[in-house]
């Protein structure tokens, strides 16, 4: 028997999550799907910036991550070759001047709970999203498989994608997209033991054509990445190998002295940067299925939560005019402010690590770090953004802030 809703979403990460919460509050009906157990392993940085934050907010699920011990990081430290880069996260720019830590087997099953909360949500665990329903390119619903071969035809008005970068919703409805290579590979592994060297930031580092990252987690961990060696290491040598990696670094050697690998090291390959049209009549894709970026960069989580958000309110309005399948247009579903961080991502994932190309960037910047923070600031104000301003607003708030007196991150709260 076909069952009818309003809206089906395929995937129940924070993307699929922040959609159905959201749309449901307003009154929609949502049938929330998902082919695996929540929570199920996965890599992550699991950084949450602050425009994130406002999402996790208006879901009333912000208390509950920082009980759950998310730790509070308030900026950006980039030590290369020697000098020091740092930007605070821009007070100005959002309710929220910090950014959030939470590792996903804590974050997953807050998120879901909440969305599961309104009465408006319905979830099938166990089951996935096979292949779209429709006809004359007009999505009309969807087809679920479940548990013993069981097989249900769902009519919706509107189908979302929202099963990461594998999604099988996004392969059927086959929209345009454009791909572009990411040069780097990582091995990366959770560590104890690591003191932070000032309020807790993002870290990256870069000395002689070698580069590594230190994010801090919940539970006075931090998630440690080195960039490509791991194919000539054994697998056995990892963790020794990870460890003296970044003890090599001059910033990091003091602070390792006690530190220690409290899980097993997993690599990271090439994940492509993937942009793709995330809507057709009836259709839209969000989270990583619609964008992917090089997870270094630690935007995953943020632009997920963000477009599961502008996705609601988008459809939000569509749903409450005429009773056909919705038929968003893209700019209502993609945020302007995304475009220049893709192509940024994806300009230095095309740099193979330690080659000249990538030297010579590291180099210009770290010739000019007072210039280069300045520019760290707007990248970090784009990434803050709650949502798109116009340009002479976000040019002063960053002059604001670049030209401010500086003050000691994140204030009070900071340790």
Known sequence: MD????????????????????LAERGHQVLLVERGAVPHPRLCTHAIMPAGLDVL???????????????RWWGVRLHLDGVT???????????????????????????????????????RLGWSAEALLGRDGVITGVRLHGPGGAVQRVRARLVVAAGGRHSRLVR??????????????ALIAYLDGVPDAGPAALEGFYDRGRSASLLPAD????????MAPSPYWRREEWPA????????????APRLRAARIVTAPVTVRGLRN???????????????????TDPAFGQGISWALRSGARLADAADAALRQGAGPVCLPARQVWEPVFAPLF?????????????????????SVAQSPRTSAAALRLLLGLGALPRPAPARQIAAAWAGGALARPVAWGGADAP
């Not at 069952?3 to 959201?22: E, F, M, Q, R």
């Not at 190998?241 to 990091?252: K, M, T």
């Not at 192509?343 to 180099?363: C, D, F, H, W, Y």
């Open 3 to 22: 069952l009818s809703t309003d809206v089906v979403i395929a995937g129940a990460g924070p993307a699929g999550c922040a959609a159905a919460a959201l």
């Open 85 to 123: 880069v740092a930007a605070p996260l821009p007070a100005g720019w959002t309710r929220h001047a910090y950014g959030l830590s939470l590792r996903r087997h804590l974050l997953d099953p807050l998120l879901l709970a909440t969305a599961c909360r309104c009465p408006a949500v319905s979830l």
């Open 274 to 292: 993937v942009l793709r049209r995330p809507v057709r009549p009836g259709f839209a894709a969000i989270g990583d299925a619609a964008a992917q």
């Open 172 to 185: 059927a409805a086959r929209p345009a997209e454009r791909v572009l290579p990411n040069r780097h590979t």
């Open 241 to 252: 190998r990870l460890l003296a990696a970044l003890r090599a670094y001059p910033e990091l």
């Open 219 to 226: 539970g006075g961990l931090h998630v440690a990445g080195v």
């Open 57 to 71: 907010a208006r879901m009333g699920v912000l208390d509950q991550a920082e009980a759950a011990g998310a730790q």
């Open 343 to 363: 192509a940024g991502i994806s300009l230095l994932s095309l740099l193979s690590p330690g080659s000249t190309a990538e030297r010579l960037v590291v180099a």
